[in-house]
């Protein structure tokens, strides 16, 4: 868990220049979403360089492995749910109930079948389409298959089926996932001072990412509040840290 004031703190810090109201809880919030997504996103692309690097022979292995270490830090978003039908319109010449994706999903690991029967998952209509043609390759509960689009397509139909998913990452409570909210810095102004922000520690929602990514929160938080105010001395400060991971 990563702390939403923590991480408020040092962007105010670092981009405010003692100038009151220069980056609002607003302006804050409005970035704290897509700063996670973005992190979020990278790490499958971590992901992905580890598996190269593991090809090429020159991966360390064990707790210090990149491939495992970036699993291990996804491992938290991993969701399983059976999936229920009703996402969509029947195609002509089908005769399966589309499933609708879950309403967090992220990304797909695999689909099987309550008789514990792993689904081949297609991307490409065509080939399906030309499997579903064929009477030789034409899927059974043995081998089924799956087009992923905008919703799911199991083939044959009939089959109860169970996603195994990533899911978008949310928000945290006092430590307890909360799924129906965004990382949040929540205040109140003073009624002595309008100038003055006082936290509500109550509406708070912390960032859904391991800890060790406190740094990249709040580079990544400062690159979208710099484009967004032109400020040439906080691209300065986030292309160094960019350098220096």
Known sequence: ?????????VVRDIANKEQKGFVTPEVFNTFADIAQKNIFNEMFKEL???QQVRRQGIDPGRYKGAKKNVLEDLSRYIQEQVLIGGGGNVLANEDVTPFDK???????ISLRTEANVTVEVMQDTEKVSRILNSRLSYPTEEFPVASIQDD???????LDVIIRYYRQPTSLNNGVLDVNSLPTYSVSTSAFD??????NPLDIRDFDLPNHYKSEVTTEILKLIGVRLRDSDIFSYTNSEDAAE
Do not use: C, H, K
């Open 48 to 50: 992905l360089l580890g």
């Open 102 to 108: 879950p309403q967090d999903f992220a990304r797909l």
């Open 194 to 199: 309008p100038g003055t922000y006082i936290v």
């Open 152 to 158: 799911i397509r199991v083939y044959p139909g009939g």
């Open 1 to 9: 868990m990563i702390s939403v004031i923590e991480i408020f703190n």
